[in-house]
C-alpha cells in the first residue's frame, strides 16, 4: 500500500526535453479547483456534522463511542481488499477519500432523512405501523440507499474519467463508498443495541449487542459493498464502452444498479421468510454470489496484467522502455520486488519514483489497449505522448530496478545441448543434458542500458539520450 500516484497533469511548458501539448482552453467555472475540490469538500463536510448529531441523538454519547469501536472493525480490512484489487493501476488516494466519505457521510444523510420520512408516510397512508416498517425495509430502503451510494460512483466516472477505465475500477469505488455507508449504519445500529442493553440489563455473549455485532460484523461486513459493487461493474462495462455505444453505457449501470436494489430488498426481507429465513438467504445467495464476484474481479485484474504484457512490448521495440520491462510490469510479484531494489539502493524517493513509473507505464497500456479496440478518445496522441514524457522522465531510477526484478523473477529456461562437445559453450563446456538459467537463454532478458537496434538484429545499440523517434507500432 506504499503509493499511488495521480496521472501526470501535462506541463504547460517542456520539462527535461517533454514535447507540450499546446496551450490550455479556458476552463468553465465548474472545472475551476476552488470549485472541483471546494464544493464536494463543504459538503461532504456539512452532511458530517449533521449525521454525527443524527446518530448521537439516536444512540446517546455512550453508545455511540461504542458503536463507532465496533464498527471499525471492518473497515481496515474491506479497504484493503479494495485497495488490492486496484494495485494494477493504482487510482489516485483522493478518490477513495471522497469515496468513503460520501457513503459515510453524504449517502447516510439521504437514507436516514428519507428512509424516516417514506416509513412514516406509509405509516400514516395505512394507519400500519408494522407494515410500514417492513415495506419500508424491503422496498423503499433499498432503492433510496443504493441510489445514494450510486451517486458516487457516477460522480467519478464524469468527473474523474481517466482514473475510470474499467471494471476493477467500478468495483474499487463502489466498494469503498459502500464499506463508508456500511460504517456509519453499524454505528447507529450496534449504538442502538448498546442502548437496549442498558435498559434491559442484557450483557455478555446473550446481548442485543453481541448479537447485532455478531450478525453485522463477523457474519456479512461484505453485504453493502457486494451490493454496490455490481453498480460498479455496470459502470466498469461502460468505460469499457466506446463513445458512440451509447445505450450500451446507459444500460449497464441502470442494469447493475436494478440487481443492486434487488439484492439489497432480498437481504433486507430474508427476516420474514420464517424462522431460518435469514440463513437460507446467506448460504444460498450471499455466499455464492460474493464468490462468483471474487473470481470475477480477481480474473479481471490477471487480464489487465495480461494486458499490460501484451501491449507495452511495441514501445520496446521503439526505445520507450528497456526489453525487460513490460515482462516485469506484468507480474505483480516483480513489481514489488522493483520498489524494495530501489527503496535499499537509492531510498524511499526511488521507491516512489518505481512506483509512478509503474503506474504510468500500466496507464499507457490500458490506452494503446483502447486504441486497437477504436474505444480510445479524441485525446489518444496527446495523452498517450504525456505518459510516455512521464515514463522517459524517470527511466533511470526506474530501469535499474525493473531489470533486476525481472531477472530475479524471470522462470528458467531449458536448453538441450548438443550431443557433441563443445569446448567454451553455453553450459561451461557441458555436452549434454539440460542446463536451467535466468536471463542467459534463449528469449534472454538483456541488461539494464540497451533496447533493441533497428538495422542490428544481432545485438543491441546503447540507449540513446534523447527521446527515441517516436513509432511504438512499428513491430
Known amino acids: 500500500m506504499a503509493t499511488c500516484p495521480p496521472h501526470p497533469s501535462y506541463p504547460s511548458a517542456p520539462t527535461d526535453g517533454a514535447p507540450t501539448a499546446g496551450p490550455l482552453r479556458h476552463a468553465h467555472w465548474w472545472q475551476r479547483p476552488w470549485v472541483r475540490y471546494g464544493a464536494p469538500t463543504t459538503l461532504l463536510a456539512i ?55 460520501w457513503g459515510a457521510c453524504a449517502a447516510a444523510l439521504i437514507a436516514i432523512v428519507a428512509n424516516s420520512f417514506a416509513t412514516r408516510w406509509i405509516a400514516t397512508a395505512t394507519a400500519d405501523p408494522s407494515s410500514a416498517d417492513t ?13 445514494a451510494k450510486a451517486a458516487a460512483v457516477l460522480l467519478v466516472f464524469l468527473f474523474r474519467r481517466r482514473d475510470f477505465t ?74 469499457l464502452s466506446a463513445d458512440r455505444q451509447h445505450l450500451r453505457r446507459v444500460a449497464f ?46 480474473w479481471t485484474r490477471q487480464r489487465e496484467l495480461r494486458t499490460v504484457r501484451t501491449e507495452l ?26 520498489r524494495q531494489y530501489a527503496r535499499r539502493h537509492a531510498g524511499k524517493t526511488a521507491a516512489r519514483e518505481v512506483a509512478r513509473y509503474e503506474a504510468y507505464a500500466t496507464s499507457l497500456a490500458f490506452l494503446r489497449h483502447r486504441a486497437r479496440r477504436g ?17 522517459w522522465r524517470r527511466r533511470e531510477a526506474a530501469r535499474p530496478a525493473l531489470d533486476h526484478a525481472a531477472r530475479i523473477t524471470a522462470p528458467p529456461v531449458p536448453v538441450t545441448a548438443p550431443p557433441w562437445p563443445m569446448p567454451g559453450a553455453y553450459g561451461q563446456g557441458q555436452t549434454h543434458g539440460h542446463t536451467y538459467d535466468h536471463g542467459h537463454a534463449y528469449g534472454q532478458i538483456p541488461a539494464y542500458g540497451q533496447i533493441p537496434a533497428y538495422g542490428h538484429p544481432a545485438g543491441y545499440a546503447p540507449q540513446p539520450t534523447q527521446y527515441p523517434a517516436y513509432n511504438p507500432y512499428r513491430s
Open 47 to 101: 452532511s458530517g456534522l449533521v449525521i454525527l448529531a443524527l446518530v448521537r441523538e439516536e444512540t446517546g454519547t455512550e453508545g455511540f463511542l461504542v458503536g463507532l469501536g465496533l464498527a471499525l472493525l471492518p473497515v481496515p480490512l474491506l479497504i484493503a481488499s479494495f485497495r488490492w484489487l486496484d494495485r494494477v493501476e493504482p487510482g489516485p488516494w483522493r478518490n477513495l477519500v471522497f469515496s468513503f466519505a
Open 135 to 147: 415495506l419500508g425495509a424491503t422496498v423503499i430502503a433499498p432503492v433510496v440507499e443504493e441510489t
Open 166 to 239: 474499467g471494471i476493477v475500477d467500478g468495483v474499487v469505488i463502489a466498494g469503498v463508498t459502500a464499506t463508508g455507508f456500511a460504517f456509519t449504519e453499524n454505528i447507529l445500529y450496534l449504538g442502538t443495541a448498546f442502548g437496549t442493553d442498558q435498559l434491559t440489563g442484557g450483557s455478555g455473549i446473550a446481548s442485543v449487542t453481541a448479537a447485532t455485532f455478531f450478525v453485522r460484523i463477523i457474519m456479512s461486513p461484505f453485504a453493502h459493498p457486494l451490493f454496490t459493487v455490481l453498480t460498479g461493474i455496470g459502470f466498469g462495462v461502460a468505460a
Open 253 to 298: 449501470p441502470l442494469a447493475g444498479l436494478l440487481l443492486a436494489m434487488g439484492m439489497h430488498a432480498m437481504w433486507n426481507g430474508s427476516s420474514s421468510f420464517g424462522e431460518y429465513g435469514f440463513f437460507a438467504v446467506y448460504a444460498a445467495f450471499m455466499v455464492p454470489i460474493f464468490g462468483l464476484l471474487t473470481w470475477l474481479v480477481i
Open 313 to 338: 512490448p511495441a514501445y520496446a521495440v521503439a526505445g520507450w522502455l528497456a526489453p525487460a520491462e513490460p515482462y516485469a510490469l506484468g507480474s505483480m510479484r516483480a513489481r514489488r520486488i522493483a
Open 375 to 391: 474505444r480510445a478518445g479524441p485525446d489518444f496522441a496527446v495523452r498517450e505522448m504525456e505518459l510516455l514524457a512521464a515514463l
